[in-house]
């Protein structure tokens, strides 16, 4: 897994769906406006308290739908928070994760194989988008990183992103 930020997808073969993570694309906003409001009872969060998953929203890009064989499949996570002050959210590859899966399979994670504790805390501010870099190796990963890993076949695959209780929309790619 190879992680960068920020920087926007650079494919080397540019594919139908290329052009919405190039440059000058639009990244998913945080236009909408938390619906509970705080009770009587409860405690207002404060500036670099941990985010709310209710003021959180998780979005995910493929940068093609098409890969043809050697060309490594990228996608654009992203997560935007809309509480009206900053406040803290863990996108370490454990939780801020995306899994490609095929039917009823698991097939990959940004959580498998993670050396080190895996978190990064970041502060975000209300509409600023955190944005990761994915990049796909092709192979099937799981729970003993130990043993050889086999590529991924050709043929339909989906992903999602995953933080805490949040789940991103589905995009669906395919692998040549």
């Known amino acids: 897994m190879v992680v960068s930020l920020p920087s926007p997808l650079a494919s080397k073969s540019p594919g139908p769906?290329?052009?919405?993570?190039?440059?000058?694309?639009?990244?998913?906003?945080?236009?909408?406006?938390?619906?509970?409001?705080?009770?009587?009872?409860?405690?207002?969060?404060g500036a670099g308290d941990p985010?709310?998953?209710?003021?959180?929203?998780?979005?995910?890009?493929?940068?093609?739908?098409?890969?043809?064989?050697?060309?490594?499949?990228?996608?654009?996570?992203?997560?935007?928070?809309t509480a009206r002050v900053a406040c803290t959210v863990d996108v370490g590859p454990r939780?801020?994760?995306m899994r490609v899966t095929s039917g009823s399979d698991r097939v990959w994670s940004t959580a498998?194989?993670?050396?080190?504790?895996?978190?990064?805390?970041?502060?975000?501010?209300?509409g600023v988008p955190y944005v990761?870099?994915?990049?796909?190796?092709?192979?099937?990963?799981?729970?003993?990183?130990?043993?050889r890993r086999s590529s991924a076949a050709a043929g339909t695959y989906v992903a999602s992103a995953y933080a805490g209780p949040l789940r991103s929309p589905k995009v669906v790619f395919h692998l040549r």
């Open 132 to 147: 990761r870099t994915i990049q796909w190796d092709r192979r099937l990963s799981g729970s003993d990183c130990s043993s």
């Open 95 to 97: 939780a801020l994760e």
């Open 17 to 45: 769906s290329s052009a919405a993570l190039l440059p000058g694309s639009r990244l998913p906003s945080a236009s909408a406006t938390p619906s509970s409001r705080a009770s009587a009872g409860s405690r207002t969060r």
């Open 51 to 81: 985010c709310d998953a209710k003021d959180l929203v998780v979005a995910l890009q493929a940068g093609q739908d098409y890969y043809n064989r050697g060309v490594t499949p990228n996608f654009l996570l992203t997560i935007v928070s």
């Open 112 to 126: 498998d194989c993670v050396s080190g504790p895996g978190v990064d805390t970041q502060t975000l501010q209300r």
